[in-house]
């Protein structure tokens, strides 16, 4: 009875502690629901430690200007080198800011790459317009992280303005070479030179001869490391040589270069004109053959041998052709005429209305044609009338 009597009291006593054991476990959790702080914890340590990283990539691309010139010319290209480092940061894709600058204008706009072991070359090429010139402020970005450097703050610098001879040319250049030349007559009082050049550190489009009757570019390509025209120049047949002057930036200090007169007939490649030392030659070629043609029908009749009058046909057949009237051509109005034979050359006149003209050779789709005043010019097949 007394077991029993135990054993019923301890089953009371422990349905009584049930309760507050299941409250106990209740209040705990409600307690540690907070627990999960050490986990935010870690998140935002990463995240300064990735903003940290950003940082250091940020003020690690560092920039400096490099082999800064010690004198400027007005006119002349200027080259900028900027140096960035460190290498694996700046042999990346690097996209500049340049703003501030006075007295240049951009001359490429993408820069030139040098990659060596103490860092990254880039260069920017200007053209010096004033004495007083300011580079410009340059920011470079890495376009992959989008991290950008500390601006580079542009130097101040001083250039010469020159004080050139009267045959100067309008450039300055490291190196200006006339690699060929061609001589024509154009009327019976000027000459038409063709001559082409090459040139480095050069702004060739500024190129101009002082003392031509007319001039122009018949093609232009304008580089920094290398440029090249093909030029035109109207000048006096009186004159022996065609004379100018350049700026040699290298040796700073002024070239003459001189391009000799060798008047050529060659009608094929350039320009020519109906001379009157031309129709004397064409005179005495038909007058020689002719004369020629003569004494073989002479020996045909006093010989009666028939390869005399055999041969006589070359030399006659020649007299027949020489004395041909030129073909006659259309031309449509509002048509441009070339100077020389070439796509994209120089227009020196354009007709008014249809017109009609003596024509001569045909180089290309080009047909060369007789002007008034004893000149010449070529018209392209395109502007001819159709019927």
């Known amino acids: 009875m007394k077991k029993f009597a135990l054993s019923l009291l301890f089953i009371v006593c422990t349905l009584w502690a049930e309760p507050s054991v299941l409250t106990d476990s209740a209040d705990s959790a409600v307690q ?212 100018f002057t350049i700026f040699n930036l290298r040796k700073q200090r002024y070239e003459s270069l001189s391009i000799p007169i060798i008047v050529d007939d060659d009608t094929v490649s350039t320009q020519s004109d109906l001379s009157p030392t031309d129709e004397r030659h064409t005179e005495l070629k038909i007058g020689v053959s002719a004369l020629f043609g003569a004494v073989l029908i002479g020996l045909f009749y006093w010989r009666r041998q028939r390869w005399y009058l055999y041969l006589s046909v070359l030399p006659m057949f020649y007299v027949v052709y020489a004395l041909l009237p030129n073909q006659n051509i259309c031309v449509k109005k509002d048509a441009p005429i070339y100077l020389l034979p070439m796509h994209h050359g120089t227009v020196f006149e354009m007709t008014l209305q249809e017109e009609h003209f003596e024509a001569e050779k045909q180089v290309g789709d080009f047909t060369k044609i007789h002007l008034g005043e004893n000149n010449v010019g070529w018209v392209n097949k395109r502007d001819l009338c159709s019927n």
């Open 32 to 243: 540690e629901a907070p627990a999960p702080e050490p986990a935010d914890s870690a998140t935002q340590e990463s995240s300064e430690n990735v903003d940290t990283l950003f940082a250091g990539v940020n003020s690690a691309l560092t920039m400096q200007f490099s082999n800064l010139p010690s004198h400027l010319y007005v006119g002349e290209i200027l080259a900028v080198t900027v140096k960035l480092t460190p290498l694996d940061l700046a042999s990346g894709n690097i996209e500049y800011t340049l703003q501030n600058e006075q007295g240049l204008r951009i001359f490429s706009e993408t820069p030139r790459r040098s990659v060596k072991d103490d860092g990254v070359y880039d260069t920017f090429y200007f053209l010096v317009q004033s004495p007083d010139v300011r580079l410009p402020d340059v920011t470079a970005t890495i376009t992959s992280t989008g991290a950008t450097s500390d601006t580079l703050t542009g130097s101040v610098l001083n250039a010469t303005p020159l004080t050139p001879p009267s045959t100067f040319a309008n450039v300055l250049a490291d190196k200006f070479t006339v690699v060929n030349y061609k001589t024509t007559p154009y009327n019976q009082e000027s000459n038409v030179v063709i001559f082409t050049v090459k040139a480095s550190r050069c702004n060739i489009g500024n190129f101009s001869l002082p003392n031509a009757i007319k001039q122009g570019f018949e093609s232009k390509i304008s580089n920094v490391g290398e440029s090249q025209m093909t030029y035109y120049a109207i000048i006096p047949n009186t004159e022996q040589s065609l004379a």
